[in-house]
């Protein structure tokens, strides 16, 4: 294989490469500032960009070093699922059993993210890739 051919530890083209390991491009460390301000300001974001150029390694590693006391990522790598289904897997994400019905399970995630963040301090962090 070819790690060995060139004295390589692991193969660095690997969606399981150590986040430690990483190149700090100027486009990771760009998209970094622009999530941790996502973050700070409670917002919503798009990241867009050719196939193969590191928006699923920069996402991951994003939500890696979230601090769980504060934060409570939900990370979906389904983007192809039905409205019913991604709230589902939401309210299994957030701890929750999901309900059946679609209005109530809307609501059961509502009430989970509005407890999260008021009472238990814990802001949600959903993110769809």
Partial sequence: MFTQFYGLKFNPFSKEVPFDQLYLSQDLMELTSRLKYLQQVRGMGLVAGEPGC??????????????????????????????????KGLALTLG?????????????IQDTITNLYYDRHITPVIVLD
Avoid: D, I, W
């Fill in 96 to 108: 929750e059993q999901p309900k059946h019905k679609k209005v109530s399970l809307f609501h059961q």
């Fill in 54 to 87: 590191g928006k699923t390694t920069a996402l991951r590693k994003y939500v890696e070093e979230l601090n769980p006391a504060h934060f409570k990522p939900c990370y979906f790598t389904l983007s192809t699922v039905t409205v019913l289904e991604f709230y």
